[in-house]
C-alpha cells in the first residue's frame, strides 16, 4: 500500500468506513478514487478499491432484483458439520466428480464447462465428525474482477472456513493454479498467513490510540504507526499487533479486510495422467501449500484421505461431554 496519498484522499477513506450504505459507501469510494494520483506506487490500491466498488455494484443490483421478484433462494450455503470447505477450480476441473465421489452429494457430472451454476454442498464424514463441502461454480481469470458470477463465487470461498483448490492433472494444470490463487489474493483471500496481523478497532471517543501487543513492529516505531493511522484521521483507536508487523501491513488493514484461509491442493484424474513428473512440479509450485494427486475412480478410501488432510489441516479440536 501507499504510504504517500494526499491528505483529502486519506480524509475521504474514512468517510469510506464511517458508513454502511451500499449506495452511500459507493459514491465516497469514487470520490476517494478521484482523489488518488495515478502512478505505479498506487496501482495495487486502485486495482483493490475498484474491485470493491464492483463488489458494491453487484450486490446493490442484486438487492434490487429481489425486491422486485421477491426474496429468492440464497446463493450462499449455510455452514454445518464441523466446518466448511469451499471446493474451488477452474471449469472442467473435477470438483462435481469429487463431491459426489467423497459425500452424500447427488450432484450431475457434466462433460461440458460451467456445469455448476450455484453453490453444492454435501456433507463429508470422518471419524467422529463431518466436514460441510461446497462445490463452488467455476473460478477464472477475471473472477476476481466480477465475470461469471465471479464476485459470488470468492465471496463463498471467503466465507467459508478452508478451500479445496483442484485442477485436471491433463490439463495446464500449473497455469489452472496459478490462476485460481492469483484470483484468490486479488479478493484478498490469503492461501498463507502473513507474517503478522493488524486489527484496527475504531471508537468515536477520545483522542487516543492504544495498542495491545501481541506480537512486534519490524520496519517502524509505535510512533510511527500512530502517526500513520492519524494521518488517515483515525483519531481514537484499539490496535491489536499480532505477529511480525510491517507498516506497510498496517496501511493494509486500513483498506482492505483480508483474510486467512487454510488450504490445500489437489489434483484429479491421476489415472489418465501421462507425465508423472508433473505432480512433483505442482508440489513446487504450491509449497508451502500442500498438494495431493488423486483419482475419483482409483484413489482407495478417498473420503477418508481427504478427511484426515482436512482435520489435520484445520487443527480440529474434539470436546466430549
Not at 458470477?149 to 483448490?165: P, Q, V, Y
Not at 509450485?285 to 494427486?293: D, G, K, Q, S, Y
Amino acid at each position: 500500500m501507499p504510504a504517500n496519498l494526499p491528505a483529502e484522499a486519506k480524509a475521504k477513506w474514512l468517510e469510506v468506513t464511517l458508513t454502511n450504505n451500499p449506495e452511500t459507501k459507493l459514491k465516497l469510494m469514487q470520490e476517494f478514487m478521484s482523489l488518488v494520483p495515478k502512478h505505479k506506487g498506487t496501482e495495487k490500491l486502485r486495482a483493490q478499491v475498484k474491485r470493491q466498488m464492483a463488489g458494491l455494484r453487484d450486490d446493490i443490483e442484486n438487492r434490487k432484483k429481489q425486491a422486485k421478484l421477491g426474496r429468492g433462494e440464497s446463493y450462499f450455503i449455510q455452514k454445518a458439520g464441523a466446518a466448511q470447505v469451499s471446493l474451488i477450480g477452474p471449469p472442467n476441473s473435477g470438483k462435481s466428480s469429487l463431491l459426489k465421489a467423497i459425500t452424500n452429494a447427488q450432484v450431475e457430472v457434466t462433460p461440458y464447462p460451467f456445469g455448476t451454476r450455484v453453490p453444492t454442498p454435501g456433507m463429508l464424514p470422518y471419524e467422529d465428525i463431518q466436514f460441510q463441502i461446497v462445490e463452488v461454480p467455476p473460478i477464472i481469470e477475471g473472477s476476481s474482477d466480477g465475470k461469471a458470477e465471479g464476485f459470488k463465487n470468492l465471496s463463498m470461498a471467503r466465507n467459508s472456513d478452508a478451500l479445496i483448490i483442484l485442477v485436471d492433472l491433463t490439463d495446464n494444470p500449473i497455469e489452472n493454479i496459478l490462476m485460481v490463487l492469483k484470483e484468490l489474493d486479488n479478493s484478498r483471500i490469503q492461501t498463507k498467513e502473513a507474517s503478522g496481523k493488524v486489527e484496527i478497532q475504531r471508537r468515536g471517543h477520545g483522542r487516543d490510540i492504544q495498542y495491545i501487543w501481541e506480537g512486534e513492529l519490524m520496519d517502524c516505531t509505535k510512533e510511527e504507526v500512530t502517526a500513520l493511522l492519524r494521518e488517515y484521521k483515525i483519531r481514537s483507536a484499539l490496535v491489536r499487533i499480532r505477529g511480525e508487523v510491517t507498516l506497510e501491513i498496517v496501511e493494509d488493514s486500513i483498506f482492505g479486510n483480508s483474510v486467512y484461509k487454510p488450504t490445500i491442493c489437489i489434483g484429479a484424474k491421476l489415472d489418465s495422467l501421462d507425465n508423472p513428473n508433473i505432480v512433483e512440479e505442482l508440489k513446487k509450485t504450491v509449497n508451502p501449500l500442500e498438494f495431493i494427486a488423486i483419482s475419483t475412480m482409483n484413489s482407495p478410501n478417498l473420503s477418508s484421505v481427504i478427511g484426515k488432510k482436512l482435520f489435520e489441516l484445520l487443527d480440529i479440536t474434539r470436546i466430549y461431554t
